[in-house]
């Protein structure tokens, strides 16, 4: 069997990854992560993961790449990871009350396969205080996570409500699109 390697230094996706129980390594991809003039949100959650798949996959032949990427879409408008304190609170001031759609790409390379998938993840913020936002942050410190909020911790308590068909696309990596990704590579997860 091919060696499966996940294009991702995210210690999201590594933990979702290993929820499958398959062996795998993980490999910074070296992509720029800049969105193109006019690209939708979910256009560059999946330009994204595929350039990561196919970065890594360049690096290692014959091995079985996944790359991810999401994409946060509030009103049509692009927010990624925000990085710093005061951008993750201008953030999530902006989505209180709203429904941001998070678009969660994966995509598998391999020999004779390159492939991609998009899981849509709807969700509405309920009316957040300053207040609230403030102690949010101080505790969960979410600023590697597009849309700062850990939906797996405690920015659960943010939401009103989660509309997906693959629980695991919000925090990052939408196993089930995963599974089937990999068994179009010839790996199949149960096995």
Known sequence: MPPLILASTSRYRRELLTRLRLPFEAVAPE????????????????????????????????????????????????????????????????MSGREVVFQTAVAVVAPGL????????????????????????????PYDCAGSAKVESLGIALLEAVESDDPTALVGLPLIRTCALLRRAGLEPLA
């Open 114 to 141: 390159a492939a991609i998938e998009r899981a849509e993840v709807r969700v509405r913020f309920r009316e957040l205080s300053d207040a609230t936002i403030e102690s949010y942050l101080r505790i969960d410190q």
């Open 31 to 94: 992509v720029d992560e800049t969105a193109l003039p006019g690209e939708t949100p979910a256009a560059l959650a999946e330009r994204l993961a595929l350039a990561k798949a196919r970065a890594v996959a360049a690096l290692r032949p014959g091995a079985i790449v996944i790359g991810s990427d999401q994409v946060a879409d509030l009103g049509g408008e692009a927010v990624g990871k925000p990085g710093t304190h005061e951008a993750a609170a201008a953030q999530l001031q902006r």
